[in-house]
């Protein structure tokens, strides 16, 4: 969870509405899954839900 939400409703209804990107491209599917092909270098994705709401996923594995 990355806190951009508060649950995976809300989070679901933000996806549909178009408001999400990770790494400056528009998620359109809710039930998409995070893979490695997702990552930016060092293990990083970043998350942002409308214009000014970020969010930095570390991860050491997927």
Do not use: F, P
């Not at 951009?4 to 359109?28: P, W």
């Not at 060092?42 to 839900?49: E, N, V």
């Amino acid at each position: 969870m990355s806190g951009l939400e508060k649950g995976r409703s809300a989070a679901r209804r933000t996806i549909a509405s178009g408001g999400v990107y990770l790494n400056n491209l528009k998620i359109d599917d809710e039930d998409h899954v995070l893979t490695s092909d997702d990552l930016l270098a060092g293990g990083y994705a970043l998350l942002r839900k409308g214009r000014k709401t970020l969010a930095v996923i570390a991860t050491n594995h997927v």
